[in-house]
Structure formats: structure tokens, C-alpha cells
């Protein structure tokens, strides 16, 4: 039987690391966060609101408008930071994203109309759960 000899194998020690500054990290890392956290913030309100479709169906324009005041609402009582997370695109968007993901379906009685999905309807916590998941990122 051979075995494996490392006599003839070289290794390079050799190694060049570059370094950034925490400062630099964070510099970035802040920029990307005001970037993003406009969005972050529609898809949480939106989210915070699914569960009026959970015992009446909605036009998508209805519940829109119903998220849009509840974001101007909070903005004026000083509870959002964003005033962009109030423009209808991105909470457009946020319906969007929920009813691709199964959150929000159309109704069979009329595809206008949207209601919660049954299995968030039926299970509060995983409707909190999905809440709480955004919400982490609303925190950093």
C-alpha cells in the first residue's frame, strides 16, 4: 500500500491580506442602510396591515390606500422614519412580493379582491413571525 508524501509538495507561506478599516465598513454599510431601509419600512407596514385581509377581502387599491394613510399616519406622529415608505410603489411592490410568496391570495370570487392566504389567516404566530422577520431588519 503508498501513502501520500508530503516531502514533495510545496507550500507558500507567502500571503498578503488587505485591511479595511472598521470605519470604512460602517461608512458603507450606513450608506447601503439609507438606500434600503425606506423599503425595509413599506414591506414591515405592509405586513403590520395583512391581517385586516384576514376577515374581509379587499380591492388591491383599497388595502393600498388603507397602508398608505396607517404610513402617513405613523409619520406624522413621529413612529416612521421615512417619508419615501409612503410612495405607492414600494407598497405596491410589497403586495406584489406577498401574494408571489403566498401570503395574499385573489379572490376566487373576483381576482380585484385579496384576502390572506389560509394558512396565515388560520395561524397568527406565523403571521407575526413573518412581521417580526422584517422587522430585524428595520433594527441594524
Sequence with gaps: MEYWDDDDVEYSTDRTMKLHSLTDQLQKLSFFHSLLAPFVESYWITA??????????MTQMAFLSDIQDALK?????????YAESCSLAPLSNAVKHFIHEGVIERSEVSADYLLLSEAYASDSK???GLVDSIAQFRRL
Excluded: A, I
Design 48 to 57: 403590520r396591515c395583512l391581517s385586516t385581509l384576514r376577515t374581509q377581502p
Design 73 to 81: 399616519q405613523r409619520l406624522e406622529d413621529n413612529l416612521c422614519c
Design 126 to 128: 406565523k403571521l407575526n
